[in-house]
């Protein structure tokens, strides 16, 4: 899906992201690796609200993911984040280190519920 | 009382009725139970058969042989055995009847039929000759092997057709019967098992003649029915298909690049795609395509669900919720279970 989300140009568009993972495969890990994600949010430059939900596994991979960003890409992924929404998810030390570096000069909201 | 009133009174009764209880999804209402009330009323809604729109409804237990004469030659004829929620066949002492109501070959003007290999055969007998009210062909195979429609299917003319639906059927010679299909709104190819292949240069030739057609889906039964053969250059020009609202293809990318390559689709407000079990994709020309729609430029919100048979990616225009989506993309990771 990164491949194919990376080949459609116009999600630039999309300001409202929902993802939710119900099923990991073995292995999972393996098949989305932190690069992968931030591959997939890359097309979404105009996202401004982000929903994260799913398997107990995923929010901790997916914010270990964010945090993980070198320096020089974290304004090149979700440059136009105002929320981001962690359903099902306690607080995550991954994601108020992400939020921390961001230099969009706006602030981010983060939700947990 | 009601003998009092005029047979315009009584005719304009009897058509706000029609209206008030027809479902668009029933084709017909109960008017033979109006004219089962006295002689005037019968006498009344044959007298006005169009305004009335009666048509003879022939589905599951309908003794249509034994029945037909008793109504006006001239009605109509709908064959309907498609039960949408178990999509039963028909009953052998349903064949027959379906039989009857074919060779009304000038009345019929709807087929819809769920039915097994042995039922499509005979089925495909009596639908050799050309079907001049015919408007509506939809036909669902329940077995895993249906026989391949014959190059005659309909006397060859489908001038009159206005929807075609068929969903494990193979009919590798249709892009042919399309060419005179001037009228079509809606073609829905689906479950294509591999003897039905049809090529993307062939799906477009015929398309090009479809300038009415408001919904299009292709869909293979498997990535091999699907997988590609002799792929073509990529061409210069694009058949414009005015028209076209709602398109849907289920197979491999590689299809659906060379078909994305050769349309123009500028009334375009939703496509869903499901790619078969493919772990590489290449699909410039599908952004191509999206670039010249509506379907991506203006969608504000997208979904990404992963679940047991696959990843779905969905996007929306503004306001809009499931299962109202402008695009779907659907990766399947798993086989079929058909």
């Known amino acids: ?113 | 009382m009601i003998n009092k009133l005029s047979d315009d009174i009584l005719l304009e009764i009897f058509d706000l009725y029609r209206i008030a209880v027809v479902e668009s999804w029933d084709h017909s209402w109960t008017w033979h139970t109006l004219v089962h009330t006295c002689r005037r009323w019968r006498h009344i809604i044959f007298a006005s058969p169009k305004r009335l729109d009666l048509r003879l409804l022939c589905t599951y237990g309908t003794p249509v042989r034994r029945i037909l004469h008793c109504w006006p030659p001239t009605l109509p004829i709908i064959i309907n055995y498609w039960d949408s929620v178990e999509f039963m066949h028909p009953a052998p002492e349903d064949e027959d009847n379906i039989i009857a109501a074919l060779e009304q070959a000038d009345r019929v003007s709807r087929v819809e039929v769920v039915l097994s290999r042995s039922q499509l055969v005979k089925l495909v007998a009596v639908m050799q000759g050309p079907f001049p009210s015919l408007t509506y062909l939809r036909l669902r195979s329940v077995d895993e092997t249906a026989p391949v429609l014959p190059r005659g299917l309909l006397g060859g003319s489908a001038s009159t057709l206005r929807d075609i639906s068929l969903d494990g059927i193979p009919f590798p010679a249709l892009p042919r019967l399309l060419l005179s299909a001037h009228d079509l709104v809606s073609l829905r190819l689906w479950r294509i098992p591999d003897s039905g292949y049809i090529s993307p240069q062939a799906i477009i030739t015929c398309l090009s003649t479809l300038v009415r057609l408001e919904w299009l889906a292709i869909g293979f039964r498997s990535p091999i029915s699907a997988s590609h053969r002799n792929r073509p250059p990529t061409p210069s020009t694009r058949v414009i298909l005015p028209s076209l609202t709602q398109f849907n293809f289920q197979g491999v990318s590689e299809y659906l690049e060379d078909l994305s390559a050769r349309i123009d689709v500028p009334q375009l407000e939703h496509a869903g795609i499901t790619f078969l079990n493919q772990l590489i994709f290449d699909i410039p020309q599908l952004s191509l395509f999206a670039h010249r729609t509506n379907v991506l430029r203006f969608s504000t919100r997208a979904n990404m669900y992963s679940g047991p048979d696959g990843v779905l990616f969905s996007l929306y225009y503004p306001g809009a919720t499931d299962p109202y989506e402008s695009f779907s993309l659907r990766v399947l990771s798993k086989e079929l279970d058909w």
């Not at chain 1, 939900?53 to 993980?68: D, M, R, T, Y």
Request: aromatic fraction near 8%; proline fraction near 4%.
């Open chain 1, 1 to 113: 899906m990164t491949g194919i989300c990376n080949q459609l140009s116009l999600l630039s568009g999309v300001g409202h992201l929902n993802i939710r993972v119900d099923y990991l495969k073995s292995g999972w890990q393996d098949d989305m690796e932190s690069a992968e994600w931030v591959e997939f949010l890359r097309p979404f430059s105009a996202v401004q609200m982000l929903e994260v939900s799913g398997e107990a596994q995923v929010i901790p991979h997916f914010a270990l993911a964010l945090e993980g960003l070198a320096r020089g890409m974290v304004m090149s992924v979700l440059p136009s984040l105002r929320m981001l929404r962690f359903m099902g998810s306690r607080r995550s030390a991954s994601v108020k280190r992400f939020i921390a570096r961001q230099l969009s000069g706006h602030p981010i909201e983060v939700h947990y519920g």
